[in-house]
């Protein structure tokens, strides 16, 4: 099945600093979502990107499906950032293929 | 409801004890979606139901395990004989359709003793 890998797999920043994070995966894919889980273990949706460009507020990420990554770009991190960040596909394909397969995550640590 | 809820929050249960766990998806979503997630890990799919289609089970760990959903609306995970290792935090999300991105509920935390 598609392999999901993300990195770094821990991050930590003083608050103020940019970070990107990366998302490499094995095949093609139809669907790929950014999530961030809070302290309190709730998937806040960041960027639904199968494809292209898309930016909200200081967060924005870039999927480059035909080489097979995403990145995530958090600027000017604040304390609220901090957390982990998972990179979700969904593989292209027929039949039974709608689940979601889920990296391992980047976990962050915003330092004020 | 504005999001996917879930119920219980928490569970804690005695090994061999059947737990049920629900989950109301964003109304008019057609596609709902169990996964589990381990301490420390990420999220594995579990069970994937799309409107009056069979469900998708490819990912229900044994047999233990099952899931029912009554037409579009609210689904039932339900954990027969429960054993230590089926504690983690079940997390249920709902698409508008199959193709769609996915919302996620606060999930369940289930302690087992």
């Known amino acids: 099945g598609i392999q999901v890998e993300q990195s770094p797999p821990d991050l930590i920043l003083q608050e103020g600093a940019n970070s990107t994070l990366r998302c490499n995966f094995s095949?093609?894919?139809?669907?790929l979502q950014w999530f961030h889980q809070n302290p309190w273990g709730q998937l806040i949706n960041l960027f639904y990107?199968?494809?292209g460009t898309k930016q909200n507020g200081r967060l924005s990420a870039t999927t480059v499906a035909t080489e097979r990554y995403s990145l995530l770009y958090i600027s000017s991190s604040q304390t609220t950032d901090s957390g982990v960040y998972f990179c979700a596909v969904r593989a292209r394909g027929g039949g039974a293929t709608n689940k979601l397969i889920f990296g391992t995550g980047t976990l962050l640590a915003v330092q004020p | 409801g504005a999001g996917v809820s879930q119920s219980p929050s928490n569970k804690v249960t005695e090994k061999g004890k059947d737990v049920e766990l629900r989950c109301d998806p964003i109304?008019?979503?057609?596609?709902l979606y169990w996964y589990r997630q381990r301490l420390g890990q990420g999220l594995e799919f579990l069970i994937y139901?799309?409107?009056?289609?069979?469900?998708?089970k490819s990912g229900l760990p044994s047999d233990r395990f099952s899931a029912e959903r009554t037409g579009e609306s609210v689904s039932t995970l339900t954990i027969q004989r429960t054993q230590q290792e089926d504690s983690a935090v079940y997390l249920c999300?709902?698409?508008?359709?199959?193709?769609?991105?996915?919302?996620f509920g606060p999930g369940t935390r289930l302690t087992v003793l």
């Open positions: 990107i199968p494809s």
């Open positions: 095949d093609s894919v139809n669907n």
């Open positions: 109304s008019g979503h057609t596609a």
């Open positions: 139901f799309q409107g009056n289609s069979a469900p998708d």
């Open positions: 999300a709902s698409s508008l359709f199959s193709y769609n991105e996915q919302f």
